[in-house]
């Protein structure tokens, strides 16, 4: 890794003309002082503080002890489930040797992550293999695409007692919320995330708002941190013990569309057009930071990505967030490739001058 201030300017020079403006900026919105952010001791002071048994502590002990970051309390977990919501030629077409599982979880090790968060077959094929190796989340529930027409619902692929059987230390789940099944997906993912904690295994929610309405109409169609965050706090009352959510790239969606119940004191005080300070509010919403949000490392979009990933990992590390969910641009390039791409991101969480804003 380069000194501190050798990567810093390094990040300038690859992020470019917004370097100044993300690494620069002082929040104005909601004071860092309030928020419960990720160090060293947030594991002992936070989590003993919860109802959670002695068996699901240790869960998340080993998804924040392991890796690259391992004891900093932030994150770096490499999800891949797209191939089911997707296509397996489409998410795996640029590097088809990533259809074999184990190419997946040598790419989590060798790429010093956290965790690796996909599917009840890649787990199930290697679990024994692999399972000491790296801490297994298991994705329970996927929108599957090869229904005709297509449904953006999510159904329950396994049970929570087969996750724990092939290895896993946390389950994972997504509820689409503002979708017309999001009342049966949050019933399933409340369920399925109790027998979860009965059995000793940390949550993971995706928390997705997904609903063509419910976007800002200013920005064309990109969501909202109104949204997001109300999404963020239903999570945390669900009891996901981490929260993923897409970076916001607009303001409000309540009082576009008039509905939800937005506040003046939201959008004047809570919130500006600073994708820092959006992404504060996301953290808010997770009871203040109490419960980790890790972005999303979004799609492939090839020579970019590089920029792209460390543009969201210094948002969510200012912002107060707790880490990167980074799996296409890793996977979407030869083996040596994503772990250097990987490895890039988590030195923005392991260098000392990228600091809170």
């Known amino acids: 890794m380069k000194s501190a201030v050798g990567f810093l300017k390094q990040l300038e020079q690859i992020i470019g003309p917004t370097a100044e403006e993300l690494l620069q900026h002082k929040c104005s919105t909601i004071p860092a002082g309030m928020l419960h952010r990720p160090a060293p001791d947030s594991y002992d002071s936070l989590w003993p503080l919860t109802d959670h048994s002695p068996r699901v502590l240790c869960s998340l002990a080993a998804i924040y002890n392991h890796g690259r970051l391992g004891g900093t309390g932030y994150l770096s977990i490499l999800p891949v489930d797209q191939a089911v919501s997707f ?12 259809m074999d599982g184990g190419q997946l979880l040598e790419l989590a090790i060798e790429g010093g992550c956290s965790a690796i968060a996909t599917t009840f077959g890649v787990l199930g094929s290697l679990s ?9 989340i298991c994705k329970l529930n996927y929108s599957e695409m090869l229904s005709y027409p297509n449904r953006g ?3 329950m692929f396994g049970t929570v007692r087969r996750a724990w059987e092939l290895g896993a230390v946390a389950i994972g ?14 019933v399933e993912v409340s369920q399925a995330f109790e027998a979860a904690h009965s059995l000793g295994l940390a949550t993971v929610l995706w928390a997705y708002v997904r609903n063509d309405a419910i976007v800002s ?6 969501l909202a941190a109104d949204v997001t965050g109300q ?3 239903i999570a945390a009352t669900l009891m996901a013990d981490i929260i993923k959510q897409k970076l916001p790239e607009a303001c409000d969606a309540f009082t576009a569309l008039h509905f939800g119940a937005p ?31 890790i972005s999303s490392g979004g799609p492939s979009e090839g020579e970019g990505d590089l920029a792209s990933a460390l543009r969201t990992a210094i948002i969510n590390k200012r912002a107060g967030g707790s880490g990167l969910m980074l799996g296409r641009k890793a996977f979407s390039r030869p083996m040596a490739e994503g772990i250097e791409l990987l490895h890039a991101v988590q030195d923005v969480y392991l260098n000392p001058l990228v600091r809170i804003a």
């Open 87 to 98: 296509s397996a030629g489409a998410v795996f077409g640029e590097q088809p040797s990533y």
């Open 128 to 136: 024994r293999r692999f399972a000491h190796r790296i801490p297994f």
């Open 153 to 155: 619902d999510q159904t």
């Open 173 to 186: 789940a997504t509820v689409y919320f503002g979708s017309e099944e999001a009342h049966r997906q949050i």
């Open 217 to 222: 109409p200013t920005l064309d169609g990109t």
């Open 231 to 233: 999404a963020n706090h």
């Open 263 to 293: 506040s003046d004191l939201l959008y004047n005080k809570l919130l500006s057009d600073h994708p820092i300070d959006r992404t504060r509010y996301q953290v808010a919403n997770c009871y203040l930071g109490r419960i980790g949000l």
